[in-house]
């Protein structure tokens, strides 16, 4: 295979726990099960990109030795989410005994938030029958999505989105591996754009490789259709001059122009919004619970088109308000 083809998240992936980054407090945790032997039921929850998959496979790797495959599965729960995915292939899993002289198996259930809850009270048996043989581990984005039977039975490990020196460091070893430079501003570009997702901002630093070895801001902004910054905080400065024309203008740029969907324009200018401590308290209320508003229509299906501009005129009549 071609190497120059490979997806960077893949080839980059941690292969010990001493690789996972900006998750130290819980990578000396699990190191420490590896140290004793033992592992309970594990709960790891957390938002996309930040580690929650590497560190359940470093773990038995480190677990288990080169032969960390025969005692180690991977499942997604958003695949087949019923009760019949636990029944049978789940089941089947933690019944068997471990191999090569193991004294437990691991079952990693990724996406578990999506499990059914009736689907959820079979594996909390499951969980409980075959303890002795296997140790399960779950991943969810919302912990609150899961049983309280099976969170009571797991030692919980909530993971935080990556800081900017952990991605920093990251994206300056793959770069040098590559043989990428990567200015300041683009460094910067990378980490608005992530969120302190990883996987995001390998992915965004790849899509950059394919255009030029030297990594610059204007095309981070162009292959993650993202709107710089400053742009936000134009549109923002326009809707507080109470300028409807101009905001729409602005904003069919962003999404007609640009390409950016509004459901990534919504969260672009909630952060703008929250770091913006010239606006008045009970105006960034207003605007805050129409983001919300508008946020949670086209999440179910309502026309992005008309709830983003029922959003300008919602936030200019608060401006205006406000003024009054």
């Not at 969810?140 to 993971?159: M, T």
């Not at 980490?191 to 490789?209: E, F, H, S």
């Not at 400053?230 to 069919?252: P, Y």
Request: negative net charge.
């Amino acid at each position: 295979m071609d190497e120059n083809n490979t997806i960077w998240t893949e080839k980059y992936r941690p292969k010990t726990l001493d690789d996972v980054v900006g998750q130290k407090e819980i990578v000396a945790r699990l190191k420490s099960y590896v140290k004793t032997g033992s592992l309970p039921h594990l709960l790891f929850t957390g938002p996309a990109g930040i580690g929650k998959t590497t560190s359940a496979v470093a773990l038995a790797r480190e677990f288990f030795g080169e032969n960390w495959q025969v005692n180690f599965r991977e499942l997604n729960a958003s695949d087949e989410r019923g009760i019949d995915v636990v029944r049978n292939q789940i089941k089947q899993f933690a019944r068997t005994a471990p191999m090569g002289g193991a004294e437990f198996k691991i079952l990693f259930l990724d996406e578990a938030d999506a499990l059914t809850n009736d689907a959820q009270a079979a594996l909390r048996r499951t969980m409980e029958n075959y303890a002795y043989t296997c140790r399960f581990i779950l991943s969810c984005n919302y912990s609150s999505k899961i049983i309280d039977p099976i969170q009571s039975r797991c030692a919980l490990y909530r993971f935080r989105p990556l800081d900017r020196e952990a991605v920093t460091e990251e994206l300056n070893r793959i770069a040098k591996t590559e043989g990428l430079s990567i200015t300041e501003d683009a460094m910067s570009a990378i980490i608005y754009v992530a969120q302190g997702d990883m996987r995001k901002a390998i992915n965004a630093l790849q899509g950059g490789a394919i255009i030029s070895p030297e990594i610059k801001e204007e095309m981070i902004y162009e292959i993650t259709s993202t709107a710089r910054p400053d742009e936000i905080r134009e549109l923002l400065s326009i809707i507080m001059d109470g300028n409807f024309n101009a905001a729409e203008h602005k904003l069919n740029g962003l999404i007609t122009g640009r390409g950016i969907a509004p459901l990534e324009l919504l969260n672009q200018f909630y952060r703008t919004l929250i770091d913006n401590q010239e606006i008045d308290r009970k105006m960034k209320v207003e605007m805050i619970s129409h983001l919300g508003d508008a946020d949670f229509r086209i999440s179910e299906g309502a026309n992005p088109n008309i709830q983003m501009e029922a959003l300008l005129a919602k936030c200019i009549l608060s401006a205006e308000n406000s003024v009054k």
